[in-house]
């Protein structure tokens, strides 16, 4: 099947009380490992692609990647989508050249700026049949070597849902409920420690995310900062040379409970990286002598399909609905 936008993906994860998962691509390792979990899980699937990610393996490459998978697994339906697009010329770019979805991130503007931006980029994107993502709200972290703090990000106003959606025209709508961007989603200050003495975050404010889907009966939401953060990972990463103290993510219950809601989309990167740092740290680790990347792409790889696989059965819910 050719890349699809995410019209008809959305409509059927809003019916069916599930969400679709959206996972940052940078290199073929990356593509074919939640690709392979997804054929398998006959799971629809957005493969995104940052700014930082086109700037990285170049426009070109990475179209012809996800081309590729999408030829190797016609069976389910995939998307190719730029995250965090930061302008109009670069949403262009990304329409002009294979993706099927875009989103236009002008959620740090003021409200009529964000609606102005927006909506031009959706002009041009439905010409082509592309679908555009939105942002209204901003949430914590680091995106595109863009760092927000916690106490400038701001939760979505469920009063300005209606008038931006209705102005602009735009197709889903990322809001803000507490995730957060990165590995660091939360401070320990921000968090409660459980018994095993591992920081519990906030919770999500799904009382936002249920006023918002009243004012938009039927619209497509989507979550970015949803990467969980495994500890299973931060320790493998730890145990084998690597620092990251105290990372923490969003507990998978309270992502498979938005899935169940209007959230439509879910975005997870950080928990991509980690489980491939992870096992790439540990196989050279344990194999010194080991040099061809061949060998420790190869787990690594594996190591990201049964993550993205855990994913979609057990948090997102699309498994079976390609
Ligand atoms: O939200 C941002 C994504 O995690 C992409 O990260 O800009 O480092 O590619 P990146
Ligand atoms: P994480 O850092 O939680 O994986 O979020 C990724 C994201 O929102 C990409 O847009
Ligand atoms: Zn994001």
């Known amino acids: 099947m050719a890349l699809v936008n ?37 799971a629809p699937v957005i493969l995104q692609v940052s700014k930082g990610a086109r700037a990285y393996a170049n426009h070109t490459y990475l179209v012809k990647l996800v081309e590729a998978a999408a030829l190797v697994y016609p069976e389910i339906p995939i998307a190719l989508h730029l995250d965090h697009g930061p302008d109009f010329e670069t ?75 209705t102005k602009t025209g735009c197709d889903s709508l990322a809001i803000a409920i507490g995730t957060s961007h990165g590995a660091y989603k939360f401070t320990a200050e921000q968090c409660t420690r459980n018994e095993k003495g591992i920081l519990v975050p906030p919770p999500l404010r799904f009382d936002i995310l249920e006023e918002v889907a009243k004012r938009l009966p039927n619209f497509p939401i989507v979550l970015h900062g949803s990467s969980s953060v495994p500890q299973e990972f931060v320790k493998m990463i730890n145990e084998n040379g690597g620092k990251l103290p105290d990372a923490v993510g969003i507990p998978e219950e309270q992502l498979r409970k938005a899935a169940e809601l209007a959230v439509c989309k879910i975005n997870i990167d950080s928990d991509i990286r980690l489980a491939m740092t992870g096992v790439v740290r540990q196989f050279l680790n344990e194999h010194p002598d080991k040099f061809d990347p061949r060998e420790y792409l190869k787990p690594a ?3 990201i399909k049964d993550m993205v696989s855990h994913k979609i059965y ?9």
């Open 301 to 303: 790889r594996q190591s």
């Open 91 to 165: 949403c262009k770019s990304c329409i002009d050249g294979g993706f099927t979805s875009v989103m236009i991130d002008a959620s740090s503007k003021p409200f009529e700026e964000n609606v102005e931006i927006t909506k031009k980029v959706v002009d041009y994107a439905h010409k082509y049949g592309v679908t555009v993502e939105a942002e209204l709200g901003s949430l914590a972290g680091v995106e595109d070597e863009v760092k927000v703090s916690a106490e400038d990000s701001s939760y979505t106003r469920p009063e300005e849902v209606e008038e931006f959606v």
């Open 6 to 42: 995410t019209k008809e993906m959305f409509a059927k994860a809003y019916a069916g009380g599930y969400a679709v998962g959206a996972f940052n691509v940078n290199n073929m390792e990356i593509i074919q490992g939640i690709t392979e979990a997804a054929a398998e899980a006959k």
């Open 314 to 322: 057990d948090v997102l819910g699309c498994n079976g609905h390609a």
